[in-house]
């Protein structure tokens, strides 16, 4: 009955068109049981795809944080490369500037006694390294190789207590030597006359005495003066030019007129001193004697 009373309703609608008010308003009436039909199912579907964007925005979010984080080292490894170039090209340029042969080396092992100022570099004997080899930066003089050994080697710097470096100023010539003090920016030179005609602000040089360190090499600026008119020597103060704390690069120079290098691995820097003193006390005296005079 229910199917021929539909089918009568809807050739009856076909015929005249006189259910579409009443339809309309069935369908304002049945709206809310649709509705209430319909919500369970919109809300598992507004649940799945809720849940589904905040899974995917997590793990969205975890990929950029992963992705964010591997720039960032990336980042720092370029930077560290960027200056890494900078310090190998200044190398490279003070290579350049030197007539020696020259052999790059990088830093493996820093000495940390407070009272030894010594590396370790990743050259030895079988790169042709010897003892007493002279070693600079892009800089100046960083200091000599003390122990050779197969594939690295040990470098006392110039500012260690018990090294010695024979050195010129640059501006008068006037030679003497310059001393470690145990502070990476302190150099003592003990063995200058009180009348002496030094200023701040002049420059050291390898005065090449000795056979170690090629001449002409900058070693440290003088800046501080101390003179006791009671006293023989004055006591002058100068700072490293070479970057001591936080050089990587080293450069071990060969001089051209050495026949044989091994001949100094016999030296010390006692002998190196030994061996420039002589001409030093020449010097003194006669500068005694001009002040006497």
Known sequence: MAVILSI????????????????????VLIYPVQYLVHLPIRGSEWLVENLSSRSTLAEENKTLKAEILQLRVNQQTTLAVEQENLRLRALL????????????????RVDMDPYQHQVRINKGYSDGVFSNQAIIDAYGVVGQVTHANTISSDVMLITDPSHAIPVQINRSNLRTIAV??????????PYLPNNTTVKIGDLLVTSGLGGIFPPGYPVGTITGIEQSPGQPFAKVLATPIAHLENTRELLLVWREDLEDPRDLEDFSPEDDIELSLPKLNLDMESLQNEGSK
């Open 8 to 27: 009568t309703i809807m050739v009856f609608d076909h015929h005249h068109r006189q259910t579409s008010a009443v339809r309309s308003g069935l369908s």
């Open 93 to 108: 340029d003070s290579a350049k500037k030197i007539e020696e042969r020259v052999l790059a080396a990088e830093l493996l």
């Open 180 to 189: 470690g003090t145990g502070h990476v920016n302190r150099l003592y030179l």
